[in-house]
């Protein structure tokens, strides 16, 4: 209806249509700006004919009379944006000026940019030009520079332009040579058809590239621009890879009241994808928008990643100066856009990707902001690292009531007495402080070094205590024994009085040793051990696997088997049976009798593995029970190999 009436010149009807949107809740006033800026760009794309004439309008003369009707109209309220820059234009020669940038890096084409400005352009007055600029984009450029007089413009990466748009400019710089309004600036990154001429003053920086201290561009960037965009900060978040920086965010994210927004940066990134985002937002106080950078600089001599990953992080650049330097981004393809409106206080965050192979944050950072120079003028450095202090929830506590009762080992080893069962859930929580450093006493050195190791040491842990916490064995324990044993249904004799601070202490061992990077390399040459979890009928059993039980720590052994757990010997750990056994108790899943398909023979165990004639190995029943773990603990598993090895 909008566009019918513009296309009539119904400018009343328009107008009390577009009053009556804004009328609404500000969700339509956000809907209604998207809807009005794609029309205004696809108005620019075509030449109309007016029903009832023969001669073709000028698309923008409708789009101009609409658009001012509205302003006029008292039923609209229109948001009026600030100047970025009190105009200067005196002291700013006039006519045409090339400036030879070849070579500059992504910063140094910046600092020009704002040294011909002496502040930050507006969005209509800076053209970036690709190899897809069109002649039209062109035409249009130059007759913002003849209609806004006083005014300063810039185009830049002219040699990106075809060789026509590039003759296309000389014949507009000819005919504009002897204009006393006219100030455009070309920056050069690249050869281009430009020769030197009477009408063109011609500027080289192969000795004296622009130069500013950082001081001043704080001075000037970051104070001045945050306010004029209504962000109030954008947080570089930087750190080695798995000390937390995404975890970082994502709380500091969850203490925002307003929307949130992540937008990825990619191989897929695109300016497309990312204003689409942004158009989700409703425009209020206190949103977040969080640049999830995940693609990483090729960590070996593979050229094509590496300029693969130049151009993402060039497109990025150029987006962030576009949407904070001047406020306003566009889809050069669909005409899509966003603009930034002030006083809203927004907060930004960029996670910065981490260099392979190198632990260096620092270094991470500075290669990163080379290719990103912007945000080193209007970011605020935030650097996680892996000795943060630890978040502690309720399943942090829980693993640290049974450490504090671990250190008081009577109080680990307490018995069931007068109808109390020995659980620790219970007892009081501790204190931040005091939960840390019992973390890091137990902690090996190569799981303190890393966040996302110390979580997957407390999501291990957690479980483990939660085992504790339903194992009738251990919380009825009354220091005579322990549950039947599985395969054979004898009671053991065994002395369980030191029942919790055996199994708790192998359990810490264990965590240990799955925090390893060794978890990824062949069990055989390792001396692997660890509890398998039998969780059948709602409550917990235990089974130990050892795979090199002659290699197993004596006074280890002896602890074992004295609270009688049974260690298997290397002929146990061949017999097929007992590996089923191990899988069943640990995943749940119920063994039974079949017959083998090859004969008469009646196997007792899990006929899945002969069905599918998998060769199970203790190798790999140990890869399994170690998957089944991570998956059980939340933690993501890779599974590498070769084809046909048993992925």
């Known amino acids: ?23 609404n809740r500000h969700e339509s006033q956000t809907i209604l700006a998207s809807k009005v800026s794609h029309y205004c760009w696809k108005m620019k794309r075509s030449v109309l004919t007016l029903p009832g004439s023969n001669s073709p309008a000028s698309p923008f003369q409708q789009c101009g009379k609409f658009l001012n009707e509205l302003v006029n109209d008292d039923g609209v309220q229109c948001h009026v944006y600030p100047k970025r820059r009190s105009l200067t234009e005196d002291s700013v020669p ?23 400005y002496e502040g ?78 009477p009408w063109i003053k011609v500027r080289n920086y192969k000795d004296h590239k622009p130069e500013l201290s950082d001081g001043q561009y704080e001075h000037i960037y970051k104070r001045r ?27 500091q994210m969850k203490s925002l009241r307003g929307d949130t927004c992540t937008i990825a940066v990619n191989e897929a990134f695109s300016v497309r994808g990312a204003i689409q985002k942004l158009q989700q937002l409703n425009l209020q106080q206190g949103n977040c928008v969080y640049f999830n950078v995940t693609i990483s600089p090729s960590g070996g001599a593979n050229s094509e990643e590496a300029e693969q990953y130049q151009s993402v992080m060039a497109d990025f650049h150029w987006f962030l100066f576009d949407l904070f330097g001047i406020g306003f981004v566009q889809d050069p393809v669909t005409g899509n856009s966003f603009r930034l409106r002030t006083g809203y206080g927004w907060r930004v965050f960029v996670e910065v990707p981490s260099v392979p192979g190198d632990d260096n944050a620092r270094v991470a950072l500075a290669s990163f902001l080379d290719l990103v120079p912007f945000l080193k003028y209007i970011g605020s450095e ?56 019992l973390l890091l006493d137990v902690m090996a050195e190569h799981v303190k070094d890393r966040k996302i190791m110390q979580q997957l040491f407390v999501k291990y842990m957690n479980r483990r205590c939660n085992v504790l916490e339903h194992a009738p064995g251990f919380n009825f324990n009354e220091g005579k024994g322990v549950d039947a044993d599985k395969r054979t249904g004898r009671h053991s004799s065994a002395d369980t009085s030191e029942l919790g601070s055996t199994l708790l202490s ?26 398998v979890y039998d969780f059948k009928n709602g409550q917990a059993s235990f089974l130990f696997l050892s795979i090199n039980p002659d290699k197993l720590d004596l006074e280890e052994r002896e602890k074992l088997e004295k609270i009688g757990i049974e ?15 191990y899988l069943s108790s640990a995943l749940d899943v119920d063994l039974e009798k079949y017959q083998v398909s090859s004969g008469d023979l009646t196997k007792f165990g899990l006929a899945l593995i002969d069905e599918e004639k998998y060769v199970l190995t203790v190798d790999y029943t140990v890869k399994m029970l170690d998957i089944h773990e991570r998956r059980m603990c939340g933690m993501p598993v890779v599974i590498e190999g070769e084809t046909g090895v048993g992925k």
């Open 1 to 23: 209806t909008l566009t019918a009436a513009l296309m009539n010149e119904n400018f009343g009807e328009a107008t009390s249509l577009v009053s009556a949107l804004f009328s």
């Open 382 to 437: 935030y650097h996680v690292r892996a000795d943060d202090p630890f978040d502690i929830d309720k399943d942090t506590q829980l693993v640290c009531k049974y450490l504090k009762a671990l250190k008081n080992r009577r109080h680990i080893n307490r018995l069931y007495r007068r109808k109390q069962e020995v659980r620790f859930s219970t007892d009081p929580d501790l204190t931040e402080q005091e939960c840390r450093n």
């Open 120 to 197: 930050l352009p507006e969005s209509f007055e800076v053209m970036r030009c690709t190899t897809n600029t069109t002649r039209e984009e062109v035409d249009l450029f130059f007759q913002r520079t003849t209609n806004f007089e006083n005014r300063t413009f810039v185009m830049f990466d002219v040699n990106h332009l075809t060789t026509d748009l590039q003759e296309q400019v000389l014949r507009f710089q000819l005919d504009s040579s002897t204009s006393q309004s006219v100030r455009i600036h070309y920056i050069l990154t690249g050869h281009c058809i430009f020769h030197e001429a």
């Open 94 to 116: 006039k006519g045409h000026t090339v400036h030879i940038a070849h070579l500059f890096s992504p910063d140094q084409v910046l600092r020009l940019l704002f040294q011909i």
């Open 506 to 531: 192998t359990m810490l061992k264990e965590v240990n040793s799955f925090c390893h990077p060794s978890i990824q390399e062949d069990w055989r040459l390792h001396s692997h051990q660890q509890l």
């Open 225 to 251: 621009l945050l306010q004029d965009c209504g962000i109030e900060k954008i947080e570089l978040v930087f750190g080695r890879a798995g000390d937390g920086k995404s975890h970082h965010i994502k709380k």
């Open 567 to 581: 260690i298997p010997s290397l002929m146990d750990l061949k017999n097929r049976q007992r590996l089923d056994e």
